[in-house]
Every structure is written in structure tokens, then in C-alpha cells.
């Protein structure tokens, strides 16, 4: 794959990497995702256009997000021999993914009898126009060669777990080919169109040497509500011509690019690598709505049910609350209007308040199963306690909530439910915690923390401090609200018996750093065998099995699946000194598998902080490369887990504003202390914050920080002095 300044190319075709470029090559709009694969490919090779928020359930099997029918089916033959890049002889094949204007584009030259058969396609899902999938696809020869083209909607798609909709209707109005569909569980409505310029569904060619037959379709693919007066939405967007519908998808890039555009001078692969992960983040969130979030593997795939796990909040939207304060606000929201499944979730497992999904859907109920890993020596499914004990997920929904309005200085979501979900939170950790009163404090115990490898452990860290992290922000919540609202904050206190909580944040137990400075991870955590990450892997019997749960090989161990301890000190990295994040850092990283893509952007941030910038390097890159390279778990057990993984993504962001930009926030005061790597020329990034565009640029010569408008005394510091700007 070549790699250049705003693109990445394939430049031959590989079967063997059909699966991977399906995920490397993702066009998105965050209303849909549309795999890297070519067209004349079927549900093997895993085409999938993903919908953003439709779920649905086949019998008994998981219930995972929906695929539509593949608008951009387009198969073609010459004298009779069918041109696929999968059985006939290429002579010169080129994928070329553009991340500046979210566009796919290949060229295939094929043998084909004698001739040689060009196929060029471009295609692009509109950020202007979020139902519209675009296509421009070409067939040229350099004889006389008699073409056959067919292109259709095909409804025989790929799905991990069953089908998901029936056909209703299928017909024909006014040049629209018209799809009918709803999915089985909830009857959800899908109209797909389909407008072909140029061309039929069907289409003999008797081409010229060197002609070109080009066509463009254009597809609208509406779901849910959305189908209500669709038709004469589809017809006003294709009133307009391909030419005009890409310049207004290219304009919408040229926007989010000058608002979140990270640039590093003195390092090309490190430029493209956090831009591939912006583009990642910019194609996958959901720009108009605020019923979903963003999937685990965005929009690449059925993966993980197409669900939203922590890693929105904690990995993903920071970069959104510093670049698009509304994008981010429908995140925050998600939440809230998901609050009812977290309700019900907690009262299942006998608990107070909101529990919310380890893996949420459209209702926030957990969607996550007790049984999510098939052992690989008996074929069964393992139970895990992903779903019952991960409890940390309901204090990542509130940091996501607290953090949005403390960098945009926008609280106005805690009138609109925000204030109640953070109450529902606390109790439920409230009703969580076992108070011992030998030892006068509150404990939390039966957890698992990030490290997914032991599980049912007591006081783990991360877990601890994030409970404690969702009484601190509920408190500045409350104050905001008595301040700014009293009747709305009499109310509130009227419904609520807030001294419930007395004593709970005092009380609660935060495992702290020992006499080498070492935070244990949970209770127990040292006394468990001290193995090296080698040492352990040799104990592997069958590739793929399992290492944590209860039989699994790292439970027993010090290994840990991915950054946990280290975690904590990157979310509160304010809170901890150099030299404890130092002895931390050197302690858990021998021992961390970073077996999740989660992992290596911890360890990258707290290692830019603490001037390890050779260490803090490599974590940066690993974590912004795992789309690139595709270096990163295909299975767990024997679940498939492949697709993108915009937590990394996230995480780069993260490692590359908060590790070599050194940015860092209290409440009201935001500092910037950059830490270069020592090859790079220069570092700038943009940091929306309390509503002021900032233009960060940093050298190793200093920093300068602009702002797009009068900053009416915001407080920003540089090295913790006072900037003036
Ligand atoms: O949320 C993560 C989890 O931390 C590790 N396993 C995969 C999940 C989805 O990315």
C-alpha cells in the first residue's frame, strides 16, 4: 500500500487483503459506512453499506445493526468473460482512498480476450445530503470490444447474525427504481432508490477502441422516520447533477478539515497517520441526530452488533468536544435519552439508578450477551462478565456528559435530562458500593475494570476513581444548576433526596500508590504470578483462545489485556505527580499485552508527559496506525472482531493534542505544554474551547496560540504561565 499526502493506495490486487481494505478503504457520512471493496463484489468478499442506529434481531441470534442492500453493485463483462478482480487476468489495478474529500475511487485494467478493458468507478456518500450514495463508473477498450453492464441494488448482502429485512415492494416511478424494505424484528421501514444517468439496470456496449462509456447512479437510502416523503426528497437531490452533489460533499470535508486538521511538520508517516484517523472519526459520527452514537468498529461492519461501547466517551470525544461542539453535544445526549435501558438495567441486576449498556443500541439496553466469547477448545460460549460487572461504563457516559460542557462551557444539556442521568449515575454506584465499617469506607467490589482479563475483582483503581470522578462533576453540576436555575434546582432537590450521597465521596476507598510508588490494580493484584508477556504466550495451546475469564491463561497473571491503572493516570493525569505516573508506567507496561486497540494511547499520553518522548512516540504510532497497517486481533475465542477501530483513532488524536501538545484542563483554565518528539519541526492543532476557535502552534522553540474571535478573558496558560493573546 503507498501512502501519500491525502491518500492511500493499493496498487495491486491482493485477494488476500479483500477483507482488510474492505475496512482500510471506509467511506462514511455517519448516517451510513460503506466498506473498501470493489464493485463487482458480493456479500463474500463482506461488502456491507452499515446504517448508523438500525439494529435488528434475527430469531435468536444477536441483535446487530443493519446492512442495506448494496447500492453500488455494478458487474461487467467484454466479449463474454466477466471482469472481476477476483477471477480474471488484471493487467494494472489501482484503490485509492482520498481522506481530504471522503472519496473512493479504482481503476482495473483487465485482459479480457484480447483486449484491454478499463473499469473506473468513483463513488462517495454525500455529507451534504445524508442519504444519497454517488457512483460514477466507466468502461473503456483499447479495441472494439461489445460490453455488457449490469448495475443493480442488491438486497443479497452480507450479515453476520441472519437476515434483517424482507422485501416488500419493488417498482418503478419516474426513473427512480424504488426498493420497499423492513426489518423483521420492529418492521422498520427502508426505501432505497436508485437513478441510473447514462445507462439502464441492463447495458450492451458496442464500444469503440478508446470510447468511453461512462454512466453515474445516484442512491438514496432512507430508514425509520426518514422514509416519510422520501421520494420527493430523493427526486430534488437527483435534480441536481453529480458534477454540483460532489463539489457540495467536497465543501462539507473542506470545512471539518479546517476545523480539526492536525498538522505535524518533520514527520510525513505521523502527518498521515493523524489525519487517517480524523477522517476515520469525521465519516463515522452522526452529524443530525441524537438517537445513536458511534459503534465500536464504526460503521465498517456488523462487528461487535454495531453497538457503542466506553470508547466513545473516553476515547473518542475528545476530539469532537474540542473541534465540533455539536457533534459532541448528540453524543452527550445519546446517553441521556438512553437513560431508560440503563434504569432498567440496573433494577435486572438489583441496583439503584442507571446502569448503562456495556454495549449499547437504540434503547440503551445491553445488547452485550453473558455468554460473549466461544471457547475455542470446546466450540461453547464462555460466560463472561463484560456485561454484569464492567459497572465503570456508567461513570464513562457521565464523564462524556461533564467533560462536553466543561470544554465547551455549554451546560444547557443538564436542564434537558444531563443533571437527572448524573444523579442516576452516582446512585447507582451508590447503591453498587458495600460500605465496611472495620475499615470506615466504601469499597467496590465484583468488578472488571478495562483490563478484561480478570474479572471479578475487588477495588479496581480505574473503576474506584471514576465513581469517585461522577460525585465530584454531580456536585459542580448541582452548583451550576442552584446558580444559574434555583427553581429548577428546588425542583430537582424536592424529587431527589440528595443527602443520600453524605459521606459516599469521603468514604469511598481510591486505591492509592505504595511505598514505590505503585497503584495496584485491584485488590490482590501483586500477589498474582509475576510472568513476562513471552513467557506467558508460550503457555498458548490453540491460536486465538481465550486468556482471560476464568480459565484463561492471564488470569492467574500480572498480564493485562490493555491500559488500566495506566488509564487512570490519562484521564487524571492532572491529579498524579511525574514521578508516580513514571513508576506506574515502568511497572504495568512489561506486563500489558495491549490486546486491545484501546490500550496504546494511554501509554503513549502518560509517556509524553513524563519525557519519554522514544516510548511516547511508539504508542502514538501504534495507536494511529492500527487502520493503516491492520495489525490488530482478528478473532477473539472464535469471534470474529475485525473492521476499524475508532477508539484508536481517537486515541491518536488524544495522544497527539493532550501527549505532544500537552494540553490540559481544569474547569475554567486550559495549559498548553507541548513536548515534541525531537525529529518533529513543529506541531499546531485547533482547540475549540468555552466557544473560541484556538490555533495552536508549537515548535521546539516555543508556542504560539491564537483565537478566532475576542476571548473575553478565557484563561489559557502555556507552560502554566498566563497567555496573553
Ligand atoms: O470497549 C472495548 C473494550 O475495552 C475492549 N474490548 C473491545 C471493546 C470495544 O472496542
Known sequence: ???????????????????????????????????????????????ALNMAGLFDKNGDLWRESVNAPNPFCVKVSANGEVLSALTASIGEHRQTLDIQNGIHSRKTVFNASGAKVTVEAERFLSMKRENLAAIKFSVSSDTDTNVHVSTCVDTDIWNINGEHFTVLEQYSEADVNVLKLQTNENKTPICVYEYIVGAENETEVALKADEKFEFVKLCGIYWGDGCEGSLDAFKAIISEDYATLLAEH??????????????????????????????????????????????????????????????????????????????????????????????????????????????????????????????????RPMRTHFKDKQIHISADAVYGLWEYCTVSGDYSLLFEGGLEMMYQCLLFFYSFAVYKPLKSRYEILDVVGPDEYHERVDNNAFTNKMAAYVAAAFDKALDYVKNNDPAFFAAFAEKHDLSVFDGFVDKLYIPQPNENGIIEQFDGYFRLEDISLAALKERIIIPNEYLGGGNGLATTTRILKQADVLMMLNVFRSQYSDEIKKANWAYYEPYTEHGSSLSACAYGIVAAGIGMPDWAYKYFMKTATVDLTGDTKQYLGSLYIGGTHPAANGGSWNAAVFGFGGVSYTDDALDVSPKLPAHWDKLSFKLLWKGVRLTVCATHNGTTITADKPTNGICVTVNKEKYIF
Open 1 to 47: 500500500m503507498q501512502i501519500g499526502t491525502w491518500n492511500i493506495e493499493e496498487n495491486t490486487f491482493l485477494k488476500d487483503k479483500v477483507e482488510q481494505n474492505g475496512s482500510r478503504f471506509l467511506i462514511g457520512n455517519g448516517y451510513m459506512g460503506y466498506r473498501g471493496t470493489l464493485e463487482e463484489f458480493g456479500k463474500d468478499e463482506l461488502v
Open 250 to 379: 467536497k465543501a462539507v470535508w473542506a470545512d471539518i478539515w479546517a476545523n480539526s486538521d492536525v498538522r505535524i511538520d518533520g514527520d510525513e508517516e505521523a502527518q498521515f497517520a493523524i489525519r487517517y484517523s480524523i477522517y476515520h472519526l469525521s465519516s463515522i459520527v452522526p452529524r443530525n441526530t441524537d438517537k445513536c452514537s458511534i459503534p465500536a468498529r464504526g460503521l465498517s461492519g456488523q462487528v461487535y452488533k454495531g453497538a457503542a461501547f466506553w470508547d466513545t466517551e473516553m476515547f473518542m470525544m475528545p476530539f469532537f468536544s474540542f473541534t465540533d461542539t455539536t457533534l459532541c453535544k448528540n453524543l452527550a445526549k445519546y446517553r441521556i435519552n438512553t437513560i431508560e435501558g440503563a434504569k432498567r438495567k440496573a433494577k435486572e441486576f438489583g441496583f439503584e439508578g442507571a446502569f448503562y449498556a456495556w454495549e449499547s443500541q437504540e434503547s440503551g439496553d445491553d445488547a452485550c450477551t453473558l455468554f460473549n466469547i466461544t471457547d475455542v477448545f470446546t466450540n
